[in-house]
Nanobody, 125 residues
C-alpha cells in the first residue's frame, strides 16, 4: 500500500498563491490516479482536482477551474496542486488521496482508498 503526506499549506491573503505537495512512499505513485479534496469546517469533503496515473487526464471542480493546476512528477513520487487567485472560500483542510483505477480520474471520495493526513489552507480577506 501507499502512504501519502501533504505539505505546503499555510496562511495567504486573498489573491495569493500556494503550492501543495503530496509525497508518496511505500509504493510508486505512478500506480495510482491521485485526487485532491478539501473539507471546510462543518462541510463534507469535496473533490477539488484529480490526475491520472501518467498525467494524461486531469479533472477539476468547477469552483477551481482556471485557478488551480494539478500536476505530477512520478520520478519524485509526488503530486502537486498549484493554487492561484485564492479566495476566502478556498479555506479548508486539503487532502490528497490515491486511487488504483487504471486510467480514470474519479471524483467520489469513496473511490479513493489511501489518504494523507491533510494540510490546512487559510485564505484571509
Amino acid at each position: 500500500q501507499v502512504q501519502l503526506v501533504e505539505s505546503g499549506g499555510g496562511l495567504v491573503q486573498a489573491g495569493g498563491s500556494l503550492k501543495l505537495s503530496c509525497a508518496a512512499s511505500g509504493r510508486t505513485i505512478s500506480s495510482y490516479a491521485v485526487g485532491w479534496f478539501h473539507q471546510a469546517p462543518g462541510k463534507e469533503r469535496e473533490f477539488v482536482a484529480g490526475i491520472s496515473r501518467f498525467g494524461a487526464v486531469t479533472r477539476y471542480a468547477d469552483s477551481v477551474k482556471g485557478r488551480f493546476i494539478i500536476s505530477r512528477d512520478n520520478t519524485k513520487n509526488t503530486v502537486y496542486l498549484q493554487m492561484n487567485s485564492l479566495k476566502p472560500e478556498d479555506t479548508a483542510v486539503y487532502y490528497c488521496a490515491a486511487d488504483d483505477a487504471a486510467s480514470l480520474v474519479r471524483t467520489g471520495e469513496v473511490d479513493y482508498d489511501w489518504w494523507g493526513q491533510g494540510t490546512q489552507v487559510t485564505v484571509s480577506s
